[in-house]
């Protein structure tokens, strides 16, 4: 596993993400240094952005939107957020683009 996805002990998974709202599509991009890039469909204006990537990634990982959260960069493209109820294995499979 990289650098933009940490297990703690307790099973929460930590990704570092770099964001590029206002693609034309919402997908994985790739990995951005120590982040993993993701583009959003969404602008970045009002939170729509930020909203649209915890919908993004619960959807990926088959996980109720409650159970992501935006732990830091609500105003950057670089964002750290928290996911309970998944495994390091699982970010790997469905976010890594090159498995």
Not at 82 to 99: D, K, T, Y
């Given at each position: 596993?990289?650098?933009?996805?940490?297990?703690?002990?307790?099973?929460?998974?930590?990704?570092?993400?770099?964001?590029?709202?206002?693609?034309?599509?919402?997908?994985?991009?790739?990995l951005h240094g120590d982040a993993?890039?993701?583009?959003?469909?969404?602008?970045?204006?009002?939170?729509?952005?930020?909203?649209?990537?915890?919908?993004?990634?619960?959807?990926?990982?088959?996980?109720?939107?409650?159970?992501?959260?935006?732990?830091?960069?609500?105003?950057?493209?670089?964002k750290v957020l928290?996911?309970?109820?998944?495994?390091?294995?699982?970010?790997?499979?469905?976010?890594?683009?090159?498995?």
């Open positions: 596993m990289s650098d933009w996805c940490r297990t703690a002990g307790d099973g929460r998974l930590t990704l570092t993400l770099h964001i590029q709202p206002g693609a034309k599509k919402t997908d994985v991009a790739g993993l890039k993701i583009r959003l469909a969404a602008p970045p204006v009002d939170g729509k952005a930020n909203e649209a990537l915890i919908k993004f990634l619960a959807e990926r990982f088959r996980l109720p939107k409650n159970k992501v959260t935006l732990k830091s960069g609500h105003t950057s493209r670089r928290e996911i309970i109820g998944s495994c390091a294995e699982e970010a790997s499979a469905l976010l890594n683009p090159h498995p």
